[in-house]
């Protein structure tokens, strides 16, 4: 079966808007959650505004699979897999000159 004749289970999330309660608070039922869907080959992703250690200090999720976990930080303009070993980029947007400038 090609990847495109594949059905994708998908649960998509805002971290910021209090996921898990503010930045202070224990996202240890969150990471049983996301790492149960996971297991059940739902991906999950993340989506933040801060960066991506702030988010995994904070969740510690360290899915197993089928599920895939991806995390979405700095406004989406980065995209990491999560895995048993932690958070690895696969894709970052470089702004331009103008862009940084702005």
Same mark, same amino acid.
């Given at each position: 079966?090609s990847?495109?004749?594949?059905?994708?289970?998908?649960?998509?999330?805002? &971290?910021?808007?209090?996921?898990?309660g503010?930045?202070?608070?224990? *996202?240890?039922?969150?990471?049983?959650?996301?790492? *149960?869907?996971?297991?059940?080959?739902?991906?999950?992703?993340?989506?933040?505004s801060?960066?991506?250690?702030?988010?995994?200090?904070?969740?510690?999720?360290?899915? *197993?699979?089928?599920?895939?976990?991806?995390?979405a930080?700095?406004?989406?303009?980065?995209?990491? *897999?999560?895995?048993?070993?932690?958070?690895?980029?696969? &894709?970052?947007r470089?702004?331009?000159?103008?862009?940084?400038?702005?």
């Amino acid at each position: 079966m090609s990847e495109l004749e594949r059905t994708y289970e998908a649960l998509v999330f805002d &971290w910021d808007g209090g996921a898990a309660g503010g930045r202070r608070a224990s *996202a240890r039922t969150l990471r049983r959650r996301i790492e *149960a869907l996971c297991a059940l080959s739902v991906d999950v992703a993340v989506l933040s505004s801060t960066h991506v250690g702030d988010v995994d200090t904070q969740l510690g999720a360290r899915p *197993a699979g089928p599920g895939r976990l991806f995390l979405a930080p700095c406004g989406g303009s980065e995209l990491f *897999a999560v895995d048993e070993r932690g958070p690895h980029l696969i &894709w970052r947007r470089d702004a331009t000159p103008a862009q940084e400038a702005a």
